[in-house]
């Protein structure tokens, strides 16, 4: 099993910044790429940015230029750094784990992003 623990939402005006972070424990190990995403009142859940364990990422497009992930393999935490942040970046933020193993997902229990305009 695998735990995973969001941290650092809240409430910021539009253009200000925001850092989240993810706390994996349990059988850490079978991790390799992390991500996050995220779901907007009725809307899909969308991925947000993803890293590998060697430190590859990828962006939605949206995200680009202004999110940054990043993890520290020695603490099992992975951090998701947003700045300029939009009024339409909204939402429940999710950190996700997929078992390299198993193939099972892990999820965390989100974490509300707000901006105000």
């Known amino acids: 099993q695998v735990q995973l623990v969001e941290s650092g939402g809240g409430l910021v005006q539009a253009g200000g910044s925001l850092r989240l972070s993810c706390a994996a424990s349990g059988r850490v190990f079978v991790l390799t790429t992390m991500g996050w995403y995220r779901q907007a009142p009725g809307k899909q859940r969308e991925l947000v940015a993803r890293?590998?364990?060697?430190?590859?990422?990828n962006y939605a497009d949206s995200v680009k230029g202004r999110f940054t992930i990043s993890r520290d393999n020695a603490k099992n935490t992975m951090y998701l750094q947003m700045n300029s942040l939009k009024p339409e970046d909204t939402a429940v933020y999710y950190c996700n784990a997929p078992d390299a193993v198993s193939g099972r997902d892990y999820w965390g229990q989100g974490t509300q992003v707000t901006v105000s305009s």
């Open positions: 890293i590998t364990r060697a430190g590859s990422t």
